[in-house]
């Protein structure tokens, strides 16, 4: 889909991990137009937040240009970290609020990364809640942490 000339990339991204921390699981579906890409993946030792960074990450990474993006995830933790925590933790040096490191780091970081070339929105949706892609993605995510087990 285009608008104003501009690529828009709706990104629907869900983790999970069986036990926390244990093997986990992420997916992700990329929407643009009437094209649709299915990710997944999964590690043997991690963490749901992890895996929850994990699909946004390997979502962007699929991206070839800039594009408006909207990334639409049940995860609380992506969508305020990068809607509210990040400025604050860069501010202080990637401490938090009771002046402990960031959990997850390398990761945040790696977000940043990632998704700085695209205009984004942020949108948080309640999970399973009969949303169908969030639903397919939690789906995606649990298949592939069976391949890690």
Same mark, same amino acid.
């Given at each position: 889909?285009?608008?104003?000339?501009?690529?828009?990339?709706?990104?629907?991204?869900?983790?999970?991990?069986?036990?926390?921390?244990?093997?986990?699981?992420?997916?992700?579906? /990329? @929407?643009?137009?009437?094209?649709? +890409?299915? #990710? %997944?993946?999964?590690?043997?030792?991690?963490?749901?937040?992890?895996?929850? *960074?994990?699909?946004?990450?390997?979502?962007?990474?699929? /991206? @070839?240009?800039?594009?408006?993006? +909207?990334? #639409? %995830?049940?995860?609380?933790?992506?969508?305020?970290?990068?809607?509210?925590? *990040?400025?604050?933790?860069?501010?202080?040096?990637?401490?938090?609020?009771?002046?402990?490191?960031?959990?997850?780091?390398?990761?945040?970081?790696?977000?940043?990364?990632?998704?700085?070339?695209?205009?984004?929105?942020?949108?948080?949706?309640?999970?399973?809640?009969?949303?169908?892609?969030?639903?397919?993605?939690?789906?995606?995510?649990?298949?592939?942490?069976?391949?890690?087990?």
């Amino acid at each position: 889909m285009k608008k104003n000339n501009e690529t828009i990339v709706e990104i629907f991204a869900d983790g999970a991990c069986s036990g926390n921390p244990g093997p986990g699981g992420y997916g992700a579906i /990329l @929407k643009s137009g009437a094209r649709t +890409k299915e #990710i %997944s993946g999964c590690e043997a030792d991690t963490t749901n937040n992890r895996m929850e *960074l994990m699909s946004v990450i390997e979502a962007f990474k699929q /991206l @070839k240009k800039p594009c408006v993006i +909207k990334v #639409i %995830s049940d995860s609380s933790y992506v969508i305020k970290g990068m809607k509210e925590w *990040l400025p604050g933790w860069i501010k202080k040096n990637w401490m938090n609020s009771r002046k402990q490191p960031v959990m997850n780091r390398d990761l945040w970081e790696a977000l940043l990364e990632v998704s700085s070339p695209h205009k984004v929105e942020w949108i948080w949706i309640k999970g399973h809640n009969g949303h169908q892609e969030n639903e397919r993605c939690d789906e995606l995510a649990r298949k592939a942490i069976k391949k890690c087990d």
